[in-house]
C-alpha cells in the first residue's frame, strides 16, 4: 500500500468516526412515560417513598426478597412519577 493510499485510507476513518460522534451527540433519551420525571425528588415522592419503605419493611432488609420479589416495581407503580431505576 503506498503512502498516498494510507493517507486517504486514514483520511476515510477519521471521517467515519467524526460522523459516529454526530450521531451520538444528536441522540437523545427516550422518555417511555411521560408521568415519570428527572431531578430532584418532590417532598411527596419523598413521603410516599418513605411510607412505602415502612410498609414493606420485611422485604427491603433482606437482600435476597429485593431481588426476587420487584419491590423496587411495586415501589415505581406506587409513587407513580418515578422508574424502578430511580426507586433502587
Known amino acids: 500500500m503506498s503512502q498516498e493510499?494510507?493517507?486517504a485510507k486514514q483520511e476515510e476513518i477519521n471521517l467515519q468516526a467524526e460522523e459516529g460522534e454526530q450521531?451520538?451527540?444528536n441522540k437523545k433519551r427516550v422518555i417511555t412515560n411521560p408521568n415519570q420525571l428527572?431531578?430532584?425528588w418532590s417532598e411527596q415522592e419523598h413521603n410516599t417513598y418513605l411510607e412505602f419503605l415502612n410498609m414493606h419493611r420485611t422485604v427491603m432488609e433482606s437482600q435476597d426478597q429485593k431481588k426476587t420479589s420487584k419491590i423496587f416495581k411495586l415501589m415505581s407503580e406506587t409513587i407513580g412519577t418515578r422508574s424502578p431505576?430511580?426507586?433502587r
Open 5 to 7: 493510499e494510507m493517507l
Open 23 to 25: 450521531r451520538r451527540k
Open 38 to 40: 428527572t431531578g430532584h
Open 85 to 87: 431505576s430511580q426507586c
